[in-house]
């Protein structure tokens, strides 16, 4: 099994900036790819962005420019730096890690007012 511990969400305006966190552990070897979802109330959730063990990454087109991830393999953490947030942001982060199979964190709260 592995676990995975989402932190730093939060309240913040407009053009502010945030630093999302995920840190896994239990059985992570053999997890390659790790990346963020989000979901707002009432859609889906979505890609935000992804991370391969490698350092290849790829980004939804709303936040490319906007939010840059990374992943320090030996802390077993991967990073999500949020940059000009805009309300449209609004959603539950959610850290998700691929391995055997798909694992997902708890998520957390990210607000943006205007």
């Known amino acids: 099994q592995v676990q995975l511990v989402e932190s730093g969400g939060g309240l913040v305006q407009a053009g502010g900036s945030l630093r999302l966190s995920c840190a896994a552990s239990?059985?992570?070897?053999?997890?390659?790819?790790m990346g963020w979802y989000r979901q707002a109330p009432g859609k889906q959730r979505e890609l935000v962005a992804t991370?391969?063990?490698?350092?290849?990454?790829n980004y939804a087109d709303s936040v490319r420019g906007r939010f840059t991830i990374s992943r320090d393999n030996a802390k077993n953490t991967v990073y999500l730096q949020m940059n000009s947030l805009k309300p449209e942001d609004t959603a539950v982060y959610y850290c998700?890690?691929?391995?055997?199979?798909?694992?997902w964190g708890q998520g957390t709260q990210v607000t943006v007012s205007s």
């Open positions: 998700k890690a691929n391995g055997r199979r798909a694992y």
């Open positions: 239990g059985s992570i070897f053999g997890i390659n790819a």
């Open positions: 991370i391969t063990s490698g350092g290849n990454t």
